[in-house]
């Protein structure tokens, strides 16, 4: 615990800026802007540089969206567009200045494909995320903390989910639906995650139940909700939020081999899987448009790795010093 002495000889790491390593963890009224700062200069340069991807993969699949939705205004190339139709493109273009990364086997612009292709599997991980924090980290935390009987069915239910392999059960699902649009992808993987959060939260939940802040708690006689969500879920959530980014690569992971056998997103609306597969009829003449969507998908998947490391350690080493 610093005082506040020790606050203010902490801040005074110079003319312009305080230390880095000291501002991210002091309780002091800093701005939320200082505080980010001070967190990614403290990250490895592996860790920087996964976040700065991860930041453009985002921002470029939010930027297509908008574009879609204004219908293609924005200065970005129509993703359904086919050049070779009007004479404007042709088949499997090298990359130009007009197409940033060349055109596919219909003459589409990859780099918008790309794009909208971020899209569909942030989308999807996104929905699994909050989801499964939600909803599996709220079961897992009371689960953890009550115990008993209740505690047992909640678990019981949750490994009756998971004795079934994930993706055929995912496969199964996915294949009897006729209509197999972003959202029933994204709410069929989103239901399916709730069980590893929960029982994430649950191993989390039972040891910070033994801790000594929330024994004090007990003892002067406050109520167990006000104990599960002012000091049990609070203490869970950094653990699943540093999770829920390894587990949201699984995702992306997932939905690119859905797509790529043909049971995402129907074509001609871009992803990563479907893009992969429809290079394939053409990889003997050229493997660019099939690398591309690949190399989107791989650098996203080893930065969400690369940043739940970090956050992993990060509040395990927290959760370490918790009294």
């Not at 589409?108 to 999807?124: E, N």
Request: hydrophobic fraction near 50%; glycine fraction near 8%; proline fraction near 6%.
């Amino acid at each position: 615990m610093y005082t506040q002495t020790e606050q203010t000889l902490d801040l005074s790491g110079g003319p312009d800026e305080p230390p880095v390593g000291d501002l991210a963890d002091i309780d002091v009224d800093i701005p939320r802007w200082r505080r980010m700062r001070a967190t990614f200069m403290a990250m490895p340069i592996v860790v920087k540089a996964s976040t700065l991807w991860l930041i453009f993969v985002f921002g470029g699949a939010i930027y297509a969206k908008i574009d879609n939705l204004l219908g293609q205004a924005l200065p970005l190339q129509d993703p359904f567009y086919q050049g070779s139709l009007f004479g404007e493109a042709s088949r499997l273009e090298s990359p130009s200045t007009s197409h940033l990364l060349g055109t596919d086997n219909l003459s589409r612009d990859i780099f918008a494909r790309v794009m909208h292709g971020g899209w569909v599997s942030l989308t999807v991980a996104l929905a699994a995320v909050f989801t499964g924090i939600v909803v599996g980290g709220l079961l897992g935390s009371y689960a953890g903390y009550v115990k008993g009987k209740r505690g047992t069915v909640i678990m019981s239910m949750i490994d009756v989910i998971l004795a079934f392999p994930a993706l055929v059960l995912l496969l199964a699902i996915v294949s009897v639906w006729e209509n197999r649009s972003l959202t029933v992808i994204a709410v069929t993987i989103a239901l399916l995650s709730i069980p590893p959060y929960t029982r994430v939260a649950r191993a989390t939940s039972l040891a910070i139940s033994k801790r000594e802040f929330v024994t004090a708690a007990q003892a002067i006689g406050t109520k167990p909700t006000s104990i599960l969500f002012r000091e049990i879920i609070p203490n869970v959530l950094p653990i699943l939020m540093a999770y829920a980014l390894v587990a949201a690569g699984a995702i992306i992971v997932i939905e690119g081999s859905l797509s790529f056998l043909g049971l995402s997103v129907p074509p001609p609306q871009a992803s990563w899987g479907n893009m992969i597969n429809e290079a394939r009829a053409d990889i003997r003449l050229t493997i660019m448009p099939a690398v591309w969507p690949a190399l989107a998908l791989t650098f996203t998947v080893l930065a969400l790795n690369q940043v739940g490391d970090w956050m992993q350690r990060r509040a395990g080493g927290r959760a370490s010093s918790l009294s």
